[in-house]
């Protein structure tokens, strides 16, 4: 089993950055593919970035494409997202996922077995 825990959210301005991290725990987590997807009050869950097991492979949703940047260490069973340029559309929980039986990133809330709590981001206009 894999266990995610997201860290790094918080309060900023528009145009700020913010850098949100995931640490697992697990024996798979080398040959993940790992998922960012956030959660806005009222709206369904939508999908933001991934990253594949080699980190050779990105996807990004085309709301965040120039803007966001996933990376990450396998030394440390870390994957981070790197969000810049920050709109107040930006709000929302945002969730970690791990997809340890498949090694291309994925785009659908189905692609992924397992999931973080979430980390709170608020982006002041």
């Known amino acids: 089993q894999v266990q995610l825990a997201e860290s790094g959210g918080g309060l900023v301005q528009a145009g700020g950055s913010l850098r949100l991290s995931c640490a697992a725990s697990g024996r798979t987590f080398s040959r993940s593919t790992m998922g960012w997807f956030r959660q806005a009050p009222g709206k369904e869950r939508e999908f933001v970035a991934a990253?594949?097991?080699?980190?050779?492979?990105?996807v990004f949703a085309d709301s965040v494409k120039g803007r966001i940047t996933i990376s990450r260490d396998d030394a440390k069973n870390t994957v981070s997202l790197q969000m810049n340029s920050l709109k107040p559309e930006d709000t929302a929980v945002y969730y970690c996922?791990?997809?340890?039986?498949?090694?291309?990133?994925?785009?659908?809330?189905?692609?992924?077995?397992?999931w973080g709590q979430g980390t709170q981001v608020t982006v002041s206009s």
């Open positions: 990253i594949s097991w080699s980190g050779g492979s990105t």
């Open positions: 996922a791990a997809e340890p039986r498949i090694e291309v990133p994925g785009t659908t809330i189905g692609w992924y077995r397992y």
